[in-house]
């Protein structure tokens, strides 16, 4: 297997632009988790999907981050509109159920000037 | 409320001596306690895991955790230490109570000297 795959691995975008960062789990994987990894905040958890539903959203930090998963193979968070306080690593991963371990993408870098 | 909390933010250790990185957690029903590895540049790779059965819990490249229910720890150990250990290790837990959401600690960087 390819293990999460993320695109883009980097993103540099100017204040106010749309970002949109994309996440393919594991197959039959059956949970996908976003977080965001600073140096001031560490890794912060943002939202967690099982079964394509989202369980968990209340570490979204404000109404300008949003993310779906319309099937099992595919997952998106966007930013819109950006600010310089968003840059950060942000993360994807997958886990057969929700409670085991975790695997994770190689994250995007995204930096927002 | 489930906590995990990592109180060194860095471990220096000798190449060939024992390793320890500790782990504190804090959960209401019973936890499951994880440890992962992030090398630079890179996402987080998982090393062990334990849920329930022998305190011991033995993982990848040679690392192991002992869980302490008494003291709430989770401390993560190497008997010889590798200059390639050098990372920076999460702990993390889950509490069963509280579905998914896995708690990740601030992270130790761990440097291993030749």
């Known amino acids: 297997d390819a293990g999460v795959i993320q695109s883009p691995r980097h993103e540099v975008t100017e204040m106010g632009q749309e970002v949109t960062l994309r996440c393919k789990p594991i197959?039959?994987?059956?949970?996908l988790f976003w977080y965001r990894q600073t140096m001031m905040r560490g890794l912060e958890l943002l939202i967690y999907?099982?079964?394509?539903?989202?369980?968990?959203d209340s570490g979204m930090p404000e109404d300008r981050f949003s993310a779906k998963m319309p099937n099992a193979s595919f997952s998106t968070l966007k930013i819109q509109p950006s600010e310089p306080r968003d840059s950060a690593v942000y993360f994807c991963?997958?886990?057969?159920?929700?409670?085991?371990?975790?695997?994770f993408g190689p994250g995007t870098r995204l930096t927002v000037l | 409320a489930q906590s995990v909390a990592q109180p060194e933010d860095q471990v220096n250790v000798a190449e060939g001596n024992p390793l320890t990185v500790k782990c504190t957690y804090s959960?209401?029903?019973?936890?499951?306690l994880f440890w992962y590895v992030q090398y630079p540049n890179r996402g987080l790779q998982f090393l062990l895991k334990?849920?329930?059965?022998?305190?011991l819990v033995k993982g990848s490249y040679g690392f192991e955790a002992e869980f302490n229910k008494s003291q709430t720890s989770f401390h993560l150990k190497k008997p010889s230490a590798l200059v390639s250990d050098s990372a920076l290790y999460f702990c993390?837990?889950?509490?069963?109570?509280?579905?998914?959401?896995?708690?990740f600690g601030a992270g130790t960087r761990l440097f291993v000297k030749a």
């Open positions: 334990y849920i329930t059965g022998d305190n």
């Open positions: 959960v209401s029903g019973n936890p499951y």
């Open positions: 993390a837990v889950r509490d069963d109570y509280r579905g998914f959401k896995t708690i």
């Open positions: 999907f099982n079964n394509n539903v989202p369980i968990d």
């Open positions: 197959s039959g994987h059956n949970s």
């Open positions: 991963a997958s886990s057969r159920d929700g409670g085991d371990e975790q695997f």
